[in-house]
T-cell receptor, first 113, second 110 residues
């Protein structure tokens, strides 16, 4: 069966520090991968998505970046965190095809202090 | 650009009431449409989907019909239960870009 792992579950980082959140999927190959940020009253904001290794589409021009170094690995990064980067980050995947539903990780609660 | 608009919440209903949560979208082409649900303390999960115009998705007593002429995908249930209390998200997938509405919190009173 397919599973998605996202870590860490919680993270407290000072302003200006780097960030690396990792997400891996097991039990499938060539999934589409997504990073979202969920904020109360704002729903899920699409940050990045990838349809293949090294292919990244960015939806939000800010100080975050994403990479897909392996087929089932998706990494969200920042060189210098801002206070406004605090939030709940969700990784998700689905099989190829526009009708396949998304499957979500458990999320990372990031607090920038 | 593409967007999804949902009715503002929270929505509070009594048990066995009829539910409608409105969802409209803006997108070029023919996106697939989805409703996801997030129960308290849990992650998002698919509730139902529709992949082309006039399709009706259904699950757990919920239904939604893909209306291309009105660009809508309203969620309905004939008789809600306390266990339906959750946050509901409308979403679309166009060319692998999946975007969500802001979510509608639903409270069902016994």
């Amino acid at each position: 069966s397919q599973t998605i792992h996202q870590w860490p579950a919680t993270l407290v980082q000072p302003v200006g520090s780097p960030l690396s959140l990792e997400c891996t999927v097991e039990g499938t190959s060539n999934p589409n991968l997504y990073w979202y940020r969920q904020a109360a009253g704002r729903g899920l904001q699409l940050l990045f998505y990838s349809v293949g290794i090294g292919q990244i589409s960015s939806e939000v021009p800010q100080n975050l970046s994403a990479s897909r170094p392996q087929d089932r690995q998706f990494i969200l990064s920042s060189k210098k965190l801002l206070l406004s980067d605090s939030g709940f980050y969700l990784c998700a995947w689905h099989n190829q095809g526009f009708t396949s539903p998304l499957h979500f990780g458990n999320g990372t609660r990031l607090t920038v202090t | 650009g593409d967007s999804v608009t949902q009715m503002e919440g929270p929505v509070t209903l009594s048990e066995e009431a009829f539910l409608t949560i409105n969802c409209t979208y803006t997108a070029t082409g023919y996106p697939s449409l989805f409703w996801y649900v997030q129960y308290p303390g849990e992650g998002l999960q698919l509730l139902l989907k529709a992949t082309k115009a006039d399709d009706k998705g259904s699950n757990k007593g919920f239904e939604a019909t893909y209306r291309k002429e009105t660009t809508s995908f309203h969620l309905e249930k004939g008789s809600v239960q306390v266990s339906d209390s959750a946050v509901y998200f409308c979403a679309l997938n166009r060319d692998d870009k999946i975007i969500f509405g802001k979510g509608t919190r639903l409270h069902i009173l016994p």
